[in-house]
């Protein structure tokens, strides 16, 4: 959290006529990026539209909030939006795209912004909810009253909406945990729809098994993250920490697939969802790039501009990687292929257990 001092008031005299919901609302440029619950304060971010486009992540590894957040009272957002006399209507134009980590999020995420979309990638405030929202799931003492919390999560939906150009659809791509909030978005948001992007168990695998990195990252996320999910099995059944890396992030990838297959499973939401497989779509990816922007903007017809076409060329034709190769579905057969070699065993042993694991979660999801 920055210094209490370097941070700045929004620049006005009047600082409540300066922050009227109106003009908030006037375009994302204004960024909520988090909330100093110590300091009772709601940081905010300048930014442009070309941060938003080149930004990957807009939690605590994002550039733009150094030396340049603004504080606004607390109480004064949730009063904002949350006002029984002058409602919001509930943001028609805010989607997401959900997946199971590691598994193309960001390559599809730019590639939906490059055909119009406004992306949000990774906002730390939805990560601390998040931690909210399955702290209360868990039935764990809640860090906020069950009403701060509700119109927080109000004000973030209707700040996180706001288009840059009229019609612009906006997608937000969180982090991988966040599906857990898949269905009570949807449920609070009647006109959003969501991505659930995946990829095969030992896909997943070899990508997570080929970088150090990404194990550590796993261990994490599971202890941090899953240990209160409502899969009460994996409580009874197994100790994280004495699992092997393949188990572990066969675990993972179970834990993620679980809450996509209880939000397909509710029929509340089910038509507002479209599943993807991350390979399948490498296999022919501007179609299906043009298919999804389709689904977010619920313009059927939608048909690329010239522009647009370069821009989505662009897009995939560089690996963040490997600069200036193209990230297509055989570059990627070439990175997995020696993880899938160098660690078949821990592959097999994860597979299993994921398999057997989501065997089980199938038939018994919770709707939550």
Same mark, same amino acid.
């Given at each position: 959290m920055p210094d209490a001092d370097a941070i700045k008031g929004f620049p006005?005299?009047?600082?409540?006529?300066?922050?009227?919901? @109106?003009e908030l609302m006037d375009g994302p440029a204004r960024y909520l990026y988090s909330i100093d619950f110590k300091q009772r304060l709601a940081l905010f971010a300048e930014m442009t539209e070309a941060h938003y486009v080149e930004t990957t992540f807009m939690d605590k590894r994002l550039k733009a909030v150094d030396n340049n957040l603004h504080g606004l009272p607390l109480d =004064?957002? =949730?009063?904002l939006f949350n006002d029984p006399g002058a409602p919001l209507p509930k943001p028609a134009n805010l989607h997401f795209m959900m997946h199971v980590s590691h598994c193309g999020s960001t390559l =599809?995420?730019?590639a939906i912004q490059a055909l119009g979309a406004h992306c949000l990638r990774e906002p730390l405030l939805l990560k601390d909810l998040c931690l909210i929202s399955r702290?209360?799931?868990?039935?764990?003492? @809640?860090p906020l009253p069950e009403q701060t919390y509700a119109h927080l999560l109000s004000a973030f939906e209707h700040l996180a909406a706001r288009p840059w150009h009229a019609g612009q659809p906006t997608v937000i791509k969180p982090s991988s945990y966040v599906v857990s909030m898949t269905t009570e978005l949807l449920q609070r948001l009647p006109a959003s729809r969501a991505i659930l992007l995946d990829v095969q168990p030992k896909r997943f695998l070899a990508t997570i098994l080929r970088r150090e990195g990404s194990i550590s990252e796993v261990n994490s996320a599971l =202890?941090?993250?899953?240990?209160?999910d409502p899969w009460l099995l994996f409580r009874e059944r197994f100790e994280i920490e004495q699992l092997s890396p393949g188990e572990k992030a066969g675990l993972l990838y179970a834990c993620n697939k679980g809450w996509m297959l209880s939000a397909l499973a509710n029929s509340e939401i089910s038509d507002r969802l479209i599943a993807v497989d991350f390979d399948r779509f490498l296999e022919n990816p501007k179609p299906h790039a043009v298919e999804l922007m389709r689904f977010v903007s619920g313009r059927s017809n939608f048909t690329p501009s010239n522009n647009?076409?370069?821009a989505l060329d662009s897009v995939l034709g560089r690996n963040a990687k490997q600069g200036g190769v193209a990230y297509d579905a055989n570059t990627r057969d070439d990175d997995l292929a020696d993880s899938a070699r160098t660690h078949r065993q821990e592959i097999d042993r994860g597979a299993a257990l994921a398999s057997q694991l989501l065997m089980q979660i199938s038939t018994a999801t919770p709707q939550g």
């Open positions: 006005s005299t009047d600082p409540v006529a300066a922050t009227t919901r @109106n =004064l957002l =949730l009063r =599809l995420s730019r702290a209360k799931a868990a039935g764990k003492p @809640n =202890l941090r993250w899953h240990a209160h647009h076409a370069r």
